[in-house]
């Protein structure tokens, strides 16, 4: 199995930047895709980024330029760096594992993002 742990949400004003953390632990090597996606209030949930185990980066439309993913294998560790926020990109962030046991989810963090 694999869990992992969010960290690094908070209130930031529009235009500032914030860095998410996403801890991986377990059977990290079956991890073969990790991935942040958000929910807003009263929204379905949105993929924002993956990143593979190979490196290859996928952004929603809405992010790109914005946002940054990238991880640190030596810490197990998933960033999703935020710059440039708007007020619309206020949500609960997940992070997402796909691996050789299947999907799992972390327990999300709260960024809010004021005018």
């Known amino acids: 199995q694999v869990q992992l742990v969010e960290s690094g949400g908070g209130l930031v004003q529009a235009g500032g930047s914030l860095r998410l953390s996403c801890s991986t632990s377990g059977n990290i090597f079956s991890i073969f895709i990790m991935g942040w996606y958000r929910q807003a209030p009263g929204k379905e949930r949105e993929l924002v980024a993956t990143v593979t185990t190979g490196g290859s980066r996928n952004y929603a439309d809405s992010v790109k330029d914005r946002f940054s993913i990238s991880k640190d294998n030596a810490k197990n560790t998933v960033y999703l760096q935020m710059n440039s926020l708007k007020p619309e990109d206020t949500a609960v962030y997940y992070c997402?594992?796909?691996?050789?046991?299947?999907?799992?989810w972390g327990q999300g963090t709260q960024v809010t993002v004021s005018s």
């Open positions: 997402k594992a796909e691996s050789g046991f299947g999907s799992v």
